[in-house]
C-alpha cells in the first residue's frame, strides 16, 4: 500500500538523489567519513549513491524506535515503519525524485516511525487505554490499523 505525502511545502532544495539527499541531512558541520553496509567507513567525498543508499537505510533502521524501512530507485525513494509480529503491512511513503526536500524526508521519517511504533504496541497489547481511543499523535497524525497481510 502506497501513500502519498502532499501536504508538505518545506523551503530548501529539491531532492534529486541519496548522495545529494546525504550532503544536505548531514550538513557541512558533520564530519568528512560515514559508515555504510559492514561498517566500512567511505569518505563523503567518494560517496558512491550505492553507499548512500545503504548509509540513510541503515540510519533510519537502527536510529528510529521502530526501525524504519528505507529504499531507493529510479523514481524516488520508498519508507515505512516496521512492526515486527504485526499482521498487518504499513503504509508505504514514495517521495518522487526533484518533489521533496530534507523537511519533507524528514517528516515522512517521523510518521512511518510513529505509525511503526503504535502498531508494535498494538500488537503487543502495550497501549494504554487512552492511546486506544485517541488515534491520533501529538502533531495530528492519524493512526488507521493498516490492511491484513496477505499470504
Known amino acids: 500500500m502506497v501513500q502519498e505525502i502532499h501536504h508538505i511545502d518545506y523551503e530548501g532544495p529539491e531532492i534529486i538523489s ?34 548512500a543508499e545503504a548509509f540513510i537505510a541503515k540510519q533510519l533502521f537502527k536510529y528510529t524506535d521502530c526501525g524504519v524501512s528505507f529504499s531507493a530507485d529510479s523514481t524516488g525513494i520508498h519508507i515505512a515503519g ?6 498487518h503491512e504499513l503504509p508505504v511513503y514514495s ?31 502495550t497501549l494504554e487505554e487512552e492511546e486506544e481511543e485517541e488515534l491520533e499523535d501529538d502533531e495530528g497524525w492519524q493512526y488507521s490499523p493498516p490492511t491484513p497481510k496477505k499470504f
Open 95 to 125: 517521495l518522487e525524485w526533484e518533489t521533496f526536500t530534507v523537511g519533507t524526508f524528514e517528516y515522512t521519517v517521523e510518521k512511518a516511525d510513529w505509525e511503526g511504533s503504535y502498531e508494535w504496541d498494538y500488537v503487543n497489547g
Open 18 to 51: 541519496c548522495l545529494h539527499l546525504v550532503e544536505l541531512w548531514l550538513g557541512e558541520g558533520a564530519g568528512d567519513g560515514v559508515t555504510v553496509k559492514d561498517g566500512k567507513i567511505v569518505s563523503r567525498t567518494k560517496l558512491t549513491e550505492k553507499d
Open 82 to 87: 516496521y512492526a515486527e509480529g504485526a499482521e
